[in-house]
């Protein structure tokens, strides 16, 4: 039997106007849960977020209007509006990195240290709760630091790497049905350190 083709993820290319939509940690917190957890309803995110329905409507409205969510109707029944994530995974545009505008440097700062917090608490959950896990997955995590000297150009190349690799182990056939599969995060920090 064929081989399923891969499944092409759908990445959302943040401009100036789409980061600014997305630059709000609740927003954020909204898009992370609805692309982790599957399709939800306001009510759904705001207990699950620890936030007022009021709250997690608006948010969402917004995040439509900048083309995060979507409308999820095939779960909904009445009234009840559900939503999921419209990407599958969201990519900085190199020239947002490059704009002087303060609204647009303040955004992605704020976005920026959204993710390292999110990243910082993700692996301190794992520590807090590994002993819960078997000595499998134990064994098979990792919390690694490494110092290289390199080019700008040497940094982008390995950074490619490291994520064409990441890449090649997504949707493994031999993982989809496997019982001992689980869902692993993967974080990726490179950035230049001050030397004396």
Request: charged share 30%; aromatic share 6%; net charge negative.
């Amino acid at each position: 039997m064929p081989e399923p083709e891969p499944k092409e993820r759908r990445i959302h290319h943040l401009d100036a106007r789409s980061l600014r939509g997305l630059a709000h940690p609740l927003r954020m917190q909204l898009l992370d849960s609805l692309r982790f957890d599957g399709p939800a309803t306001a009510s759904q995110l705001a207990e699950r977020l620890g936030e007022s329905s009021g709250a997690t409507s608006y948010h969402l409205r917004q995040l439509a209007a900048h083309g995060f969510v979507e409308d999820a109707p095939e779960h909904g029944k009445g009234r009840e509006r559900w939503w999921r994530a419209a990407h599958d995974g969201t990519m900085f545009d190199d020239a947002l990195f490059k704009d002087a505008t303060p609204a647009v440097r303040g955004a992605l700062d704020m976005i920026m240290y959204e993710v390292a917090t999110k990243h910082a608490q993700e692996l301190t959950t794992w520590l807090g709760n590994r002993h819960t896990w078997s000595e499998d997955w134990v064994e098979g995590n990792d919390m690694s630091d490494m110092t290289l000297r390199l080019t700008p150009q040497l940094a982008r190349e390995l950074i490619e790497k490291m994520h064409d690799l990441v890449e090649s182990y997504r949707d493994l056939p031999e993982v989809a049905d496997a019982p001992d599969a689980e869902r692993v995060r993967i974080h990726t920090h490179a950035f230049p350190i001050a030397t004396d």
